[in-house]
């Protein structure tokens, strides 16, 4: 089992930076691949961005490309989301999650809570 504890949200401006991070704990050997899905206001989940977390091997979103970077320090067990140039379409509850099988970038198996990022015109 691993878990999940997210961290970093909260208000932004539009134009401006932010990065969230997510630390795992527990079964932390089994995993395989690290990732970033979204929540809008009224929209369904999406997928932000993906790690690998040996060869550490990135996919993104269009909606984010060149905006979005996606990292991890494999020793601290922890996943960051660094956001720029932030935009009010970017608004919405961001959940970390955890991959143990190759499978593909959009499955996974362990899930956080989330936490809330709000960019303001």
């Known amino acids: 089992q691993v878990q999940l504890a997210e961290s970093g949200g909260g208000p932004v401006q539009a134009g401006g930076s932010l990065r969230i991070s997510c630390a795992a704990s527990g079964r932390t050997l089994s995993i395989y691949k690290m990732g970033w899905f979204r929540q809008a206001p009224g929209k369904e989940r999406e997928f932000v961005a993906a790690?690998?977390?040996?060869?550490?091997?990135?996919y993104y979103a269009d909606s984010v490309k060149g905006r979005f970077t996606i990292s991890r320090d494999n020793a601290k067990n922890t996943v960051y989301l660094q956001m720029s140039s932030l935009k009010p379409e970017d608004t919405a509850v961001y959940t970390c999650a955890i991959g143990e099988s190759q499978a593909n970038w959009y499955r996974y198996d362990y899930w956080g809570q989330g936490t809330q990022v709000t960019v303001s015109s």
């Open positions: 790690i690998r977390r040996g060869s550490g091997m990135t």
